[in-house]
């Protein structure tokens, strides 16, 4: 059973930056990785992918803001993000492969 623990969440203003990490129990490098969100009251939506190969996609709404990566050698994958705004507030959640969640982090972007 993989676990996947995520780290960096928390509390940043308007405009600052986050990065964070998704750490794997095994072997990630065969798997496209991802990266989803989840609002109050809302449906857990896709943030960012990056497949096997390093391809990436992002959402609209964080296009050009957030960027993906993985350390494949140390099993992890990151989301940085940069220019963060308030409608970024959210659980994020690392997503291996089509089923193995992490338990999410809160990220809150607040004044």
């Known amino acids: 059973q993989v676990q996947l623990v995520e780290s960096g969440g928390g509390l940043v203003q308007p405009g600052g930056s986050l990065r964070l990490s998704c750490a794997a129990s095994?072997?990630?490098?065969?798997?496209?990785m991802g990266w989803y969100r989840q609002a109050p009251g809302k449906q857990r939506d896709l943030v960012a992918t990056?497949?096997?190969?390093?391809?990436?996609h992002y959402a609209d709404s964080v296009k050009g803001r957030f960027s993906i990566s993985r350390d494949n050698a140390g099993n992890t994958v990151y989301l940085q993000m940069d220019s963060l705004k308030p409608e970024d507030t959210a659980v994020y959640y690392c997503?291996?492969?089509?089923?193995?969640w992490g338990q999410g982090t809160q990220v809150t972007v607040s004044s």
């Open positions: 095994g072997s990630i490098s065969t798997y496209t």
């Open positions: 990056i497949t096997s190969g390093g391809n990436t």
């Open positions: 997503k291996l492969g089509y089923h193995y």
